[in-house]
């Protein structure tokens, strides 16, 4: 028997199917540059039909290289190859970017024994489930599977793939084109790539096709998939156009061994407009985000003959398509494709609004379930319409919902005044529809704000008393390649009955950082993760880095407590109410944060109209703009940890919206309150409690306050380090004040936080919530303890202990420096 024989063998005692296993199978090396099309001996899959997902096993025989052979055909998504080298046979392992690794080189009489040996890690099922990400991988190691290897090949078909569809779809879609011939210009490409894919992969249906002939072509792909006639609704566009999509989608690479979903996801990602997206609320949810939501969920745990999923407000369909691939990897293999599609078909549906966002989700189910025929669950139907999403959602087990986000329009307000009670927020009416539907489990995108903002605290609550596991992720700006919206992810299971409501539940916060938005995106990455078990009954899930900080400070007072919190000025177009110059109905003040705010600081002031006709709201205008108070950017000044800036002015400037005006109305002065609030720990809490760029007056508010503070000391050093501050910055010639300036910085921070009487283990967390993070002030910063320094030792008392009572004396040292030889730790620390 030949080595190609006794291999293919070896694979059919391990349950590979004669259907899964092709002889000089073809495919399109979608890793190389020019995507050529290369050929193994063999190859093997896990299931049908044949993808890179499902590929097992690939054979390079007579090859003068045999690593090189393997590396070559590495594209082919096969995690093991065999390489026939005469009467040797080598096994390799094959990585996604390194050379493959041999794993062991056996005579071909050898394989039935290898086949034996490795049955346990070998079959179908095994393979199939260690390639699939995300789902448990049993006890069985798999040390020889590259997991990097799906998602650089994935990531090539998309790109591939994506800049040929944006071809075909120039050439039926020409710009300025009107809306008639946008949509007759999806359908074709929905019905050419159809196309493509049959003929590709050799399927009966297309044997009889003319394939040079694009109207024979259109025909049949129609009666194949039971679509609807064409007819008047292409006629917008040309027939010479077409014919011109179709041979440049001809000669594209070979969709052989792509995987449906990822045609699915490449059809949707190029077909929906920014007008469709913007009049719907679509925000294109990444595929991504989708399969993350869904392995947190981890379907294997259901028992598939009871699943029922909804996706409402479907779009295009996303997290139906991931959902679909999930469901269908843990069906038996041995099942036949119709068996399959029928099962899933009865298990799925989905809703939205647009008629023609419907189609394309059903277009990229069908894509994704290739080759099956159509019979997709997809209604365009107003959920908003009283009882329709409650009837859309009833007996589901499992919900998935990327909502819109926007508010109710006044107009939408009158439609929809039973949605409108629940909330004015769209995505949240979706959230209480779907906790009512009683689901098993949920997974929901939704705005930022969710995840602590007071205005969400009743459906936080409602989760938390529904459900024994909530997940709550934070991603970064700019998740969704098409919107800019703050988002994040809820993720809910282990339904509970309500009598258990009042009980602790297991709560799982994750944060996802700006810098690694692209690795959550290639293979679910978290940047940090926080656990807790507790009850939540006022909706409190969230788990902050800081979390035992805050739970310390809950007794402390609150600036709301000692403040009044109010915003700028606001005028009905912002720069109209902004002057270079004095005028009727103008006061002196500050109007962006970037030119005019810096800690302790203020500067470039201009002039502000206060005239009522320019401004939007007249409250600013009634504010105390001429008493003491200090003035914070309303918004984050950066992604990191040092987001505010806060300065005390006595000089009665005003400001614009892009500032918040703090008047202290207790015992704190305003030098004080600028020293606290440009402090790490106020830092730190608008960084955790803020879920958007915004600092609302109702997060602000609840900051906590020292407990006791040293109002004299501290303002004596703010003065001193405003005074130096100023000679650095109004001298002519250079003056190296950075040293001074850093020691009283460190001083002001060391009393504030001698204020709030931190346990040094919490003081310490503190500052490493900082850890390699610039802070943004106007001269060199160097920390706050030795880098070195053992143990868990307060500021304040690292500064002052080696001078005996006289706690003062740090002060001096501050304001007139000793010399270095009178304090070796002292000058140590201010080295």
């Known amino acids: 028997m030949s080595a190609l024989a006794s291999i293919e063998q070896g694979l059919r005692s391990l349950g590979y199917e004669a259907g899964a296993m092709h002889r000089a199978y073809s495919f399109a090396d979608v890793l190389g540059p020019a995507a050529e099309t290369r050929t193994v001996a063999l190859a093997a899959f896990t299931q049908t039909p044949e993808s890179f ?67 346990d890690s070998w079959t179908p099922q095994a393979l199939h489930r260690a390639k699939a990400l995300g789902l448990p991988r049993g006890p069985v190691q798999f040390d020889f599977i590259d997991l990097g290897l799906l998602p650089a090949i994935e990531q090539e078909v998309q790109h591939k793939l994506h800049r040929t569809m944006a071809e075909v779809l120039d050439l039926l879609l020409p710009s300025q084109s009107g809306g008639d011939r946008e949509k007759a210009a999806f359908r074709l490409t929905f019905r050419l790539l159809a196309a493509k894919i049959l003929i590709d992969r050799g399927h009966p249906a297309a044997a009889g096709w003319a394939q040079e002939d694009v109207a024979t072509v259109l025909d049949g792909i129609q009666g194949y998939y039971r679509l609807g006639l064409l007819g008047t609704d292409v006629a917008a566009v040309a027939a010479d156009d077409i014919a011109a999509a179709w041979a440049r989608l001809r000669q594209s690479i070979s969709l052989r061994n792509i995987s449906s979903d990822s045609l699915a996801f490449v059809y949707e990602n190029t077909l929906v407009t920014a007008d469709t997206r913007k009049l719907f609320g679509t925000h294109s949810t990444p595929r991504p985000v989708a399969e993350y939501v869904l392995s947190r969920i981890n379907l294997s745990r259901c028992d598939p003959a009871k699943v029922r999923i909804a996706e409402p407000f479907a779009g295009a369909g996303i997290f139906l398509v991931a959902a679909l691939r999930e469901l269908r990897d843990l069906l038996p293999p041995e099942w036949p494709a119709a068996e399959r599609h029928q099962f899933l078909v009865e298990r799925m549906a989905g809703a939205e609004l647009d008629a023609f966002a419907c189609e394309v989700a059903r277009l990229s189910l069908i894509l994704a379930d290739y080759p099956n025929a159509n019979g997709w669950h997809l209604s365009s139907t107003d959920l908003f319409k009283a009882g329709a999403l409650a009837a859309f959602l009833k007996d589901t087990t499992l919900i998935l919902c990327n909502p819109p986000f926007e508010d109710f329009t006044a107009e939408e307000r009158v439609d929809y005044p039973e949605a409108f009670a629940i909330s004015p927020s769209k995505a949240m009416v979706a959230l209480h529809a779907a906790i009512d539907a009683g689901p098993e ?83 679910g990455s978290v940047s940090s993760v926080r656990k807790a078990v507790r009850a939540a009954p006022k909706g409190d899930l969230w788990v902050s880095n800081l979390e035992a900080l805050w739970s310390y400070l809950g007794d402390a007072p609150r600036l709301g407590e000692q403040a009044e919190i109010f915003r700028g000025l606001q005028w009905r177009s912002q720069r109209a109410g902004v002057f270079e110059k004095d005028g009727p109905l103008r006061e002196r003040g500050i109007y962006k944060p970037g030119d005019s705010l810096a800690p302790f600081h203020l500067m470039k002031p201009v002039w502000l109209s206060i005239d009522p006709e320019l401004n939007l709201y007249p409250g600013p205008l009634a504010r105390p703009w001429g008493k003491p108070k200090v003035l914070i950017n309303n918004q984050r000044s950066s992604r990191g940890p040092w987001r505010l800036a806060a300065a005390a002015d006595a000089s009665g400037l005003w400001a614009s919206q892009q500032f918040t005006g703090i008047w202290p109305t207790g015992e704190l002065g305003v030098d004080a309150l600028a020293a606290i609030l440009n402090g790490p720990l106020a830092n730190a809490y608008v960084t955790e409690h803020s879920t958007d760029h915004d600092f609302t007056n109702v997060m602000l508010a609840g900051m906590p306050l020292p407990r006791k503070l040293d109002t004299a000391a ?118």
């Open 441 to 523: 489990a949920l997974g929901f995108v939704l705005p930022r704000g969710v995840l602590q903002q007071t205005k969400y605290s009743k459906l936080r609550q409602r989760l938390a008393a529904a459900y024994g596991r909530v997940e709550l992720v934070s991603l970064p700006d700019r998740i969704f390649e098409k919107a800019t919206y703050p988002c994040a992810l809820v993720i809910a299971t282990e339904r509970r009955a309500i009598e258990n409501a009042e009980k602790p539940l297991r709560l799982t916060a994750m944060t996802v950082a700006d810098s690694a938005r692209a690795q959550f995106l290639a293979d």
């Open 53 to 119: 997902r499902s590929a097992a096993f690939g054979v390079v025989e007579d090859a003068p290289n045999s690593a090189a052979a393997v590396m070559a055909n590495r594209a082919l998504g096969a995690p093991i190859f065999f390489s026939i080298d005469g009467d040797d046979v080598g096994v390799w392992a094959v990585g996604a970017r390194t050379a493959p690794r041999l794993l062991e080189r056996l005579p071909v009489d050898q394989l039935p024994a290898l086949f034996a040996r490795r049955r």
């Open 714 to 831: 501290l303002g004596e050093a703010v003065r001193e380090y405003q005074a130096v501050l100023h000679e650095k910055l109004n001298t002519v010639l250079p003056v190296d004040c950075d040293a001074r300036l850093n020691r009283l910085l460190v001083w002001i921070d060391a009393l504030v936080l001698d204020g709030y009487d931190l346990p040094p283990r919490l003081e310490r967390q503190l500052f490493d919530f900082f850890e390699g993070r610039e802070r943004p002030v106007l001269h060199e910063f160097r920390g706050w303890l030795p880098r070195d320094l053992k143990g868990y030792v307060p500021l304040f008392e690292w500064l002052t202990r080696d001078h005996g009572p006289n706690r003062g004396a740090w002060v001096l040292d501050v304001f007139k420096p000793a010399p270095a030889e009178e304090n070796d730790a002292l000058s140590r620390f201010l080295a």
